[in-house]
């Protein structure tokens, strides 16, 4: 073992180097048709770094990325993590202002984009000092280097790159949280918490060797690297969308007898719900990993639905966990997930984690606490931003937000979000278990709840209700009448906004920031219903 590798067995670009060596004819990489092995993906992500070495990249360097999914993306990442650089994906979906920020604080040297992004990355970039130069992929254009130059080893000459990291503790990545509470923070992934993570969840998902996981998650989300990792570390493939479409992501996962996949369950939903999925052969699949935002049961069908198109191994897991904490703080196993499907199930290996109160204090089994987690695989800290690294590890925890509670027999339950808790006339409501009561009402498709500054009340519950399309017509009195007979009558909700869909971020969960703001710019009109009773 090296000894900078401070106890680990290998790097994050070691997996390229060790799958090369031992799978080189294996599939590695699979985008549009185009299937790399394991030869030619290290050998694309030596040229990658040998033309960004050309430009000036070097251990500790900043690349950042505004794209849509591709080969090149994760090329780019394992060429970064082998050089000792560090990978920042930026949301393709910000504005450009948002985007000035964020780039402004990551201090990048070099920006990937393409022709779709390249008028907000010009408007994001004009007010920073010192911008990073611009790499443009799949086009030309002033002002813009070419990428294709770069993933080519750089102009002719150029020599091999010669950085490479120093220590398990240096980071190769760099990914913003969403921002929902100010300004997006930029959480620093190590090689050690990459690593670390991956190996303490392998033999609980029970991937094998040379499986394909299917990809649409964005990769300027936490999942999709996380994921992508499990499956390489298992010298897999990965079969990488462009973006998510229903029918485009049934017929990939059929034609390359993808293994398992992500999913949120609205994405699932579609999915089953498309035209391919009425002929799919689906008995390849054996995992799907989920996180349940959403206030449903829907798993549980998805599962039924999977499993009559062939997937007769199919398990799945509930995966809980954080950009800052790890993806897998949580984790109810594939063997145990039907048992409680809506429980984030138990600690994976190496994870110590804490329910505690408002005094710090561990709080007694079934009671309510905060989700709190310490051990080697989090994130070292937020870049540029002291401050908020130390609030968010106040008392030697990573606080996480979320509420939770431990039932009789274990299992972890994520309860709500601490800032989403409604106070209404002196009692605490969990906007979930509204929710949870909501969603199983035939009318209603998906709903969120949420409180809102009330006179009376200090804060009224509101429902934000997506009806379900061939379902008899609902009203606001109606579903308060259901939640009514099934909870407290303070748990009601007082209004109901019926929309056509609910805002939601790439990792499904619902944007509740959003609707707060939308409903409370806008009186109660139209499809915005007042429930007829207060108490």
């Not at 349940?292 to 799945?316: H, M, T």
Request: proline content about 8%; glycine content about 8%.
């Amino acid at each position: 073992m090296r000894p900078e590798l401070g106890g680990l067995p290998f790097l994050v670009g070691d997996i390229v180097t060790d799958n090369a060596r031992w799978a080189p004819d294996s599939p590695a990489l699979i985008f549009k048709g185009r299937v790399r092995n394991w030869a030619e993906f290290a050998r694309d992500c030596d040229l990658i770094a040998q033309g960004l070495a050309a430009l000036g990249v070097v251990r500790g360097s900043r690349v950042a990325v505004l794209d849509r999914n591709s080969d090149d993306f994760v090329l780019l990442g394992y060429a970064l993590a082998r050089m000792g650089a560090v990978l920042i994906p930026v949301n393709m979906h910000l504005r450009p202002a948002e985007l000035s920020y964020i780039l402004g604080n990551a201090q990048a040297l070099l920006l990937l984009t393409s022709p779709e992004f390249l008028p907000a990355a010009h408007q994001a970039l004009a007010p920073i000092p010192d911008p990073p130069r611009i790499l443009l992929r799949g086009g030309t254009a002033p002002d813009t280097l070419p990428w294709a130059q770069v993933a080519e080893g750089g102009p002719p000459g150029s020599p091999p790159a010669t950085s490479a990291p120093e220590s398990a503790d240096d980071p190769h990545l760099v990914l913003y949280t969403s921002g929902t509470t100010g300004r997006p923070k930029g959480a620093i992934i190590s090689h050690r918490r990459t690593v670390l993570d991956a190996l303490a969840v392998l033999p609980v998902f029970g991937i094998r060797p040379h499986e394909r996981f299917f990809c649409y998650m964005p990769l300027f989300h936490t999942g999709a690297w996380d994921y992508l990792k499990l499956y390489f570390m298992q010298r897999g493939a990965a079969v990488i969308a462009e973006r998510f479409e229903a029918e485009t992501a049934v017929q990939q996962i059929e034609t390359h007898r993808c293994n398992g996949m992500f999913g949120v369950p609205l994405v699932l939903r579609q999915m089953v719900e498309s035209q391919a999925w009425q002929t799919a052969d689906m008995s390849s699949m054996r995992l799907i990993a989920y996180a349940n935002y959403d206030p449903s049961a829907l798993i549980v069908r998805i599962v039924d639905a999977f499993r009559a198109r062939g997937a007769v191994e199919l398990g799945i897991a509930n995966a809980y966990g954080l950009t800052e904490g790890g993806p897998y703080i949580c984790i109810n196993r594939p063997d145990r997930a039907l048992e409680k499907p809506l429980s984030i199930g138990h600690p994976v290996p190496g994870a110590q984690v804490a329910l505690l109160d408002e005094r710090m204090q561990p709080v007694p089994p079934g009671e309510l606490g905060e989700i709190c987690v310490r051990g080697p695989a989090l994130m070292s800290g937020y870049l540029n931003r002291p401050e908020a690294t130390a609030e968010a590890f106040a008392g030697g925890w990573l606080h996480t937000g979320d509420l939770g509670r431990v039932d009789a027999d274990g299992f972890v339950h994520l309860v709500d979000r601490k800032k989403d808790m409604i106070r209404s006339g002196g009692e605490n409501i969990f906007a979930k278990e509204v929710e949870q009561v909501l969603v199983t009402h035939p009318a209603v498709r998906d709903c969120a709840v949420v409180g809102l500054p009330d006179d009376d009340y200090g804060e009224r519950v509101v429902a934000v209700v997506v009806r379900e399309p061939d379902a008899p017509a609902v009203s606001a009195d109606d579903l308060s009448s259901f939640v009514r007979a099934r909870l407290a009558g303070f748990k009601t909700p007082r209004q109901v906004v019926f929309v056509a869909e609910l805002p939601k971020t790439p990792a499904g969960k619902i944007k509740k920031h959003e609707i707060r703001k939308a409903i409370a710019a806008e009186a109660p009109q139209g499809a915005r219903e007042q429930v007829g009773h207060k108490t």
